[in-house]
C-alpha cells in the first residue's frame, strides 16, 4: 500500500525525443505528486509537482500527466537535451493520518548528442 | 528560495567513532529529513522531526541518532560508525504543502 513503483530503471533517448518515466501508486491518501532531479554529485532539486485535481501540468518542456483512476503518473521531457542526463525521482506524499512521503527507485536518464 | 547547508561534502571516519553530520536550512519550515541514499536502493528515510526538540524514526533508524534542538538544524549521529553506514547522506527540509530542498549530500566513508 505504501510502495511507489518507478519504470524504467534506465533510460537512452537521442537527444531531442521524449523521455518517459512511469510511477505507479496506491494508497489513494497521496495528494501531492513531486518529480525531482538528480546530477551526479549532488542532492535531488524538486523539477515539477502535481495535485491530484488536475490531469496535466506543464513547466517548460516538462510535463507531468497524472491518471486518477488508474493511480498512475508520468514525466515527460520534451526535445530532450544532454543537460537532461540524470536520476529521475517521483514521489507520492500525504498529510491524511500521519506526514508520509515514498519515493520511486529512480531512473537514470542518458541523452544522446 | 530555502537553503539547506549540509556541513561536510566529503568525510572520512573509522570503525567505532562517533559521526555527526549537521544540516541547517535558511527558512522557517517545520519539517526535517535525514536519507541515505545507495546505489539500486534509493532514497531511505532515517528519521524526520516535525519540530523543535521533535523527531520520529524512518524506515531505517538503527544505528543512527538526531537532534534537534533549533528549528533551523538538524543533526544526524551515527554512535558507533561501522563500514555498512558508507553512504550518501541527505538533509531535506520541507514546508506545508510544498515539495523537499535537499542538500548536496555528504558522502561518508568508514574504513
Known amino acids: 500500500q505504501q510502495q511507489v513503483k518507478q519504470s524504467p530503471q534506465s533510460l537512452i533517448v537521442q537527444k531531442g525525443g521524449i523521455s518517459i518515466i512511469n510511477c505507479a501508486y496506491e494508497n489513494t491518501a497521496f495528494d501531492y505528486f513531486p518529480w525531482y532531479q538528480q546530477f551526479p554529485g549532488k542532492g535531488p532539486a524538486l523539477l515539477i509537482a502535481i495535485r491530484p485535481d488536475v490531469s496535466e501540468k506543464k513547466e517548460g518542456r516538462f510535463t507531468i500527466s497524472f491518471n486518477k483512476s488508474a493511480k498512475q503518473f508520468s514525466l515527460h521531457i520534451m526535445d530532450s537535451q544532454p543537460g537532461d542526463s540524470a536520476t529521475y525521482f517521483c514521489?507520492?506524499?500525504?498529510?491524511?493520518?500521519?506526514?508520509?512521503?515514498?519515493f520511486g527507485a529512480g531512473t537514470r536518464l542518458f541523452v544522446k548528442a | 528560495d530555502v537553503k539547506v547547508t549540509q556541513s561536510s561534502r566529503y568525510l572520512v571516519k573509522r570503525t567505532g567513532e562517533k559521526v555527526f553530520l549537521e544540516c541547517v536550512q535558511d527558512?522557517?519550515?517545520?519539517?526535517m529529513f535525514w536519507y541515505r541514499q545507495d546505489p539500486g536502493l534509493g532514497l531511505r528515510l532515517i528519521y524526520f522531526s516535525y519540530d523543535v526538540k521533535m523527531k520520529e524514526k524512518g524506515d531505517i533508524p538503527e544505528g543512527y541518532s538526531v537532534s534537534r534542538e533549533k528549528k533551523e538544524r538538524f543533526s544526524l549521529i551515527l554512535e558507533s560508525a561501522s563500514t555498512n553506514q558508507t553512504s550518501m547522506y541527505l538533509c531535506?527540509?520541507?514546508?506545508?504543502?510544498?515539495?523537499?530542498?535537499f542538500g548536496s549530500g555528504t558522502r561518508l566513508t568508514v574504513v
Open positions: 514521489a507520492a506524499s500525504t498529510n491524511t493520518g500521519g506526514f508520509k512521503t515514498i
Open positions: 531535506a527540509a520541507q514546508g506545508q504543502g510544498h515539495g523537499y530542498t
Open positions: 527558512m522557517d519550515h517545520e519539517n
